[in-house]
């Protein structure tokens, strides 16, 4: 009886932020004492993607953000990563690939701002998208370092032992090997971007108007209908995301 009763406050503690954001963003004149909202209006998410709120263009942006910082960073990280475990100097590269977590993404995006406006890439996507990837691909190279021992390497020499190609190597083994591990570091450098506010904020100068930037601007507004409309579309994706990657890896046996 006590797991069933652990178990059922465990999802009403999961499911309840998330369907608290829903009827935030379709309530009406929801205020005190009402413990409910007295009247729901589900065609308000028609203004919030049509309307002057534009929350369908800040959505669009959050997306190809995050989805090129995720890409670019499992791509460079898995390679960088190989090359730094193979080489004679691995622990030095090791800690300069910490470097960008000994300080806070605002400081870090302060001290480069500089550069990016003398390169003229200051409130701009692509200088929003390199800024994250100073973390991404820093996160991506050390946890892409632990697929690199001494068994991914006996895989290798068997590979060319048996008459394959570095082509064939690639395709027929490694990417298969490394597939579960590769869809770990998408997803993970995916949230990063998604829910990252500092860089966006100052390499962004904000113009940009990201999820996270317009979460900010509604409360400091106290238009909480919209930040609960906006949350609820910043929780959806990496949710859907989350559910599909957990089935990938059950289904590899992870």
Not at 44 to 63: H, I, P, Q, Y
Request: hydrophobic fraction near 55%; include cysteine; proline fraction near 5%.
């Amino acid at each position: 009886m006590w797991r069933r009763v652990t178990i059922a406050a465990l999802i009403v503690a999961c499911v309840f932020p998330l369907a608290y954001l829903v009827m935030l963003s379709v309530a009406e004149d929801w205020a005190f004492p009402h413990v409910l909202p007295p009247r729901l209006d589900p065609g308000r998410w028609m203004e919030v993607f049509t309307g002057s709120a534009g929350l369908g263009t800040s959505l669009l942006l959050s997306a190809g953000i995050a989805l090129t910082v995720a890409l670019l960073s499992t791509a460079c990280g898995f390679a960088i990563s190989r090359a730094i475990a193979r080489h004679p100097r691995r622990s030095t590269l090791v800690l300069l690939a910490h470097f960008p977590f000994a300080m806070s993404p605002v400081i870090l995006g302060t001290c480069l701002l500089y550069l990016f406006i003398r390169l003229q890439l200051a409130g701009t996507a692509i200088g929003v998208v390199l800024a994250q990837f100073t973390f991404a691909c820093s996160y991506s190279i050390i946890l892409f370092l632990g697929f690199w021992n001494e068994h991914t390497l006996a895989l290798e020499q068997l590979v060319y032992t048996l008459g394959g190609s570095r082509r064939q190597m690639v395709t027929r083994m490694l990417l298969p090997v490394a597939k579960p591990m590769l869809l770990v570091g998408f997803f993970q450098t995916f949230l990063y971007s998604w829910f990252d506010y500092g860089m966006t904020l100052v390499i962004g100068a904000g113009k940009l108007p990201t999820l996270t930037l317009k979460i900010f601007e509604y409360v400091g507004s106290a238009n909480f209908y919209l930040a609960g409309a906006c949350s609820t579309l910043l929780i959806l994706p990496p949710l859907a995301m989350l559910i599909t990657n957990r089935r990938l890896l059950l289904r590899a046996g992870l």
